[in-house]
């Protein structure tokens, strides 16, 4: 009796374990076969870390991609892939069998890659390199700006990761890209890192420049502005310069003129500083105050070569990302002798542009709120009669 009861006790078992095996074996077959309702729809589908089968049913079932919850968990269970599951987020077609929608999320088949959003990031012209990866930032690509400048300052002019011929013609020592970067609007993906997007600006840039060049007469176009001393490098210095002075586009090429002239000393009495206050806004800006305004004593005591109000010359690199209108006035500049220039407090955002000394001072007569309290009169080792004239603005 007791050898009976035994067996029929194993034979229990085994019958149980046979059916099980068959209803796994059933499971499988109908969760291959069967899936949600065919679709061409394409559903992102996350997975966390640790959720549970119970929880990764439920949410497939709420997304529609599977019909049966029940059959899932049978199909997890009889393959024993529950622990392959693997965290991320994934691009399912709606139509897929629960087999199929197992062997992606374990890795078995591949998983058609989830692109990365796109965004659009407004670039304003005037803006300088240490503006940018707050702007990457709040666009949602962390990953260009986390290493933004250290490669936008590393660059030097003969290297094999941003190869342009432009690029080239920068001085031994100045590795920055300022004034290279376009300024415009782009569309990246938020995962995009700094290479990319300074290739893309740089790419923008060789179009922008070659139709900045093409602007000038063709008669004239072999030769640069004198006073850029043949170097578009220079001349692309002038342009971040009328950027962040011009407010009016009619003014650029005014502006341009004045700076060139200036550099030539086209008469024996012409101011032979530049008294550019944009290049001394750039010498001391700071985060969250990259271009606040400078008073008279910052123009005589900030030490940079920035400071154009104690340098002669250029400075010694761009300060922004110019325009291509900017560009456009560097390439040529009106043909005046205009050697200074002042805002007018009129609201049209224009200046009233001078040759003389008494002239500007005339204008600034004129425009009585034109130069703001605490602004210089006099820099070291001008000569005009009259000090506040020797301001270009």
Known sequence: MRFLIQGIKIGSVVVLTALVLLGARGAYNYATDHGAKQSNELVMFTISSNESTDDIANDLKAKGLITSTEYF??????????????????RLPKGLSTGQIVN???????????????????????TRLEEIPAILTAAGMNKAATDFLTTAKNVPPMNTTFAYDFLKERPAGQN???????????????????????KVMLDNFGKKLQQARESVPAESRSKLPEGANSSVYNVLIIASIVERE???????????????????????????????????????????????????????????????????????????SPSLKSMIAAFSPSNTQYLYFVAKDDGSGTHAFAKTNDEQNANIAKYSNA??????????GMMPAVPTATKPR
């Not at 999320?105 to 012209?125: D, Q, Y």
């Not at 920055?176 to 300074?198: A, H, Q």
């Open 73 to 90: 968990r049978l199909y997890v269970l009889a393959n024993r892939s529950g622990d392959k599951v693997q965290a991320g987020t994934y």
């Open 371 to 380: 130069m703001p309290a605490g602004m210089p009169t006099s820099p070291p």
């Open 246 to 320: 011009a407010a009016a586009d009619s003014d650029r090429a005014d502006i341009a003129a004045v700076y060139y002239n200036r550099l030539r000393h086209i008469t024996a009495d012409a101011p032979t500083l530049l008294q550019s206050d944009p290049t001394v806004q750039y010498a001391v800006g700071a985060e969250g105050a990259w271009w606040r305004p400078i008073t008279g004593d910052e123009t005589k005591t900030v030490m940079s070569p920035f400071n154009t109000y104690l340098n002669k010359g250029l400075p010694p690199a761009p300060i922004c």
């Open 104 to 126: 992606r999320i374990t890795g078995v088949a591949p998983v058609t890659a989830v692109p990365a959003p796109s965004v659009n990031v407004f670039i304003k012209e005037g």
């Open 176 to 198: 920055s890209l300022e004034g290279f970067l376009f300024p415009d609007t782009y569309r990246f993906t938020v995962d995009d890192d700094s290479t990319t997007v300074i």
